[in-house]
């Protein structure tokens, strides 16, 4: 859940693809996103997770959905055969929908994301540039694309209000993201000390442990 620091509620939810192992246990897709991210199950993987996303849509009207994309899937045409399904459905469902995508799958091909999110965005969809501030070689291409929102990357907000160099890295990235007229979000917070120094610090919305932990459903 992420929840806008002003305490107005629930901005939006984020939805986490997780599979199971032989035991049962629940595997982030931190641990395997990454082994096949450019294979054909990594677009497999994220049709799936768009379709599920347009069905919470269209079954709830009251809810707004970030999910994470790979830059590939943009351009697969089974991906986009399912996105424009979805958009297609009754309900403006894209006006809900949130792409989330990492600033490394975004630096690699920004060409291809910066054409996508200009035919995208028209119809309603947002988009997410999440891990902001990981890998600085995004700045140069920041102003090129159309992101509404950028996640601070977690390295720069856990314990940021007993860390002094941290409270300086987010403080900028916060900058950066309001000249740009981006809202900023702050992922990765975990105690009520940093949710209040981040909300002071200026940050429009708050993700992390501290509000909840990801609720695993079939």
Not at 70 to 89: H, P, T
Not at 126 to 152: E, P
Not at 202 to 213: E, K, N, S, W
Request: charge should be negative; aromatic fraction near 8%; charged fraction near 25%.
């Amino acid at each position: 859940v992420v929840l806008a620091a002003d305490h107005r509620g629930v901005a939006f939810y984020e939805g986490l693809v997780r599979v199971l192992d032989e035991s049962g246990r629940v595997i982030p897709a931190a641990l395997f996103m990454p082994l096949i991210e450019e294979t054909d199950l990594g677009r497999e993987v994220d049709c799936v997770a768009l379709r599920h996303a347009f069905a919470l849509l269209k079954e709830r009207a009251d809810l707004r959905v970030s999910i994470n994309i790979s830059a590939r899937s943009i351009a697969d045409a089974k991906w986009r055969r399912v996105l424009q399904n979805g958009l297609q459905e009754k309900g403006h469902l894209g006006d809900r929908l949130i792409f989330e995508i990492s600033e490394t799958s975004a630096m690699q091909l920004h060409e291809v994301v910066i054409r996508f999110m200009a035919e995208i965005q028209p119809q309603g969809v947002a988009f997410a540039l999440d891990g902001f501030g990981a890998g600085m070689t995004a700045f140069r291409h920041l102003k090129d694309f159309l992101f509404d929102l950028v996640k601070i990357d977690k390295s720069f907000v856990q314990g940021i209000a007993d860390d002094s160099d941290n409270q300086i890295l987010a403080e900028a990235l916060m900058m950066v993201a309001h000249q740009f007229e981006m809202f900023a979000v702050a992922d990765g917070v975990e105690t009520a000390k940093d949710a209040s120094f981040l909300t002071n610090l200026g940050a429009d919305c708050l993700q992390g442990y501290h509000f909840g932990v990801p609720k695993f459903e079939l």
